[in-house]
Nanobody
Framework: VQLQASGGGLVQVGGSLRLSCVANGRTIGNWNMGWFRQAPGKEREFVATIRWETGSTLYGNSVKGRFTISRDNANKIMYLQMNSLRPEDTALYYC???????????????????WGQGTLVTVSS
């Protein structure tokens, strides 16, 4: 499967953006599909993940209550709705897939074996 992320851009503090991640190729099973982000000079950070079949979600502490992850099973698209954006949300956002569906560590980027190319989100103050 290949992942294609889009939807990034420049937004003011307090604004909103919706990122999309389209999965092309094989059928997605009960995978974990997630969003991670990386700001310049910082480590890759977990944002959110969703179990594809059950819809079970998990969020990073810094985005809880502001971001919502969702998916469109039929069209194999994953979304990240980002509200109340802050300057510290500025980063390159990656979508990723953990294709075994068996990991206990859904927030660990090392468990994800398929990655999209990233889309840049810039929040200006």
């Amino acid at each position: 499967v290949q992942l294609q992320a889009s939807g990034g851009g420049l937004v003011q503090v307090g604004g909103s953006l919706r990122l999309s991640c389209v999965a092309n190729g094989r059928t997605i099973g009960n995978w974990n599909m997630g969003w991670f982000r990386q700001a310049p000079g910082k480590e890759r950070e977990f944002v959110a993940t969703i179990r594809w079949e059950t819809g079970s979600t998990l969020y990073g502490n810094s985005v809880k209550g502001r971001f919502t992850i969702s998916r469109d099973n039929a069209n194999k698209i994953m979304y990240l709705q980002m509200n109340s954006l802050r300057p510290e949300d500025t980063a390159l956002y990656y979508c990723a897939a953990e294709s075994s569906g068996r990991t206990w560590y859904r927030d660990d980027f090392r468990e994800y074996d398929v990655w999209g190319q990233g889309t840049l989100v810039t929040v200006s103050s």
